[in-house]
């Protein structure tokens, strides 16, 4: 299904609005400034999800896209916010076995925090480009 997405100037012009609620399945979303500002639904949308307590398919659809990644860590909000944490470590170059355990450590924080994504600093593993660095025995050797 597509998303038919508008700005808010749309608003303006009930006739076309009609028209494109009708062509979209009773579905739009309305942009305020580039971001999302809410959603129309035709009378019929919404008695459907009233009556029904179900979900559009669009959303329905979504959801079965969209399953958790850890298990036991349900995304409980409707609009799909997750926890997003950034992080650093203390980095070796070429220290590949210490930068995988700062790295771990760091993972058990986050899930402890029930943060569902990670973020670390970009070459965080080796502390620098592989390619700069295969050079090195120490890395070779690990």
Do not use: W
């Not at 303006?12 to 309305?30: C, Q, S, V």
């Not at 129309?40 to 959801?63: A, G, R, V, W």
């Not at 990644?69 to 210490?98: C, M, W, Y």
């Amino acid at each position: 299904m597509n998303k038919k997405i508008q700005p808010i100037t749309a608003l303006r012009d009930t006739a076309k609005l009609e028209k494109d609620l009708e062509d979209n399945n009773g579905l739009l979303y309305i942009t305020k400034n580039g971001y999302s500002s809410f959603v129309i639904l035709s009378p019929d949308e919404y008695e459907k999800l009233s009556q029904k307590n179900t979900c559009h398919p669009f959303f329905s659809e979504k959801k079965e896209r969209e399953q958790p990644i850890l298990k036991g860590k349900e995304q409980s909000d409707p609009l799909g916010f997750v926890n997003v944490r950034s992080a650093t470590i203390p980095i070796e170059v070429g220290g590949v076995r210490h930068n995988k355990e700062e790295i771990i450590k760091k993972v058990h924080e986050a899930n402890e925090n029930s943060i569902s994504i990670l973020v670390l600093n970009e070459l965080c593993l080796t502390g620098y480009t592989c390619n700069d660095i295969f050079l090195f025995n120490t890395l070779l050797d690990k």
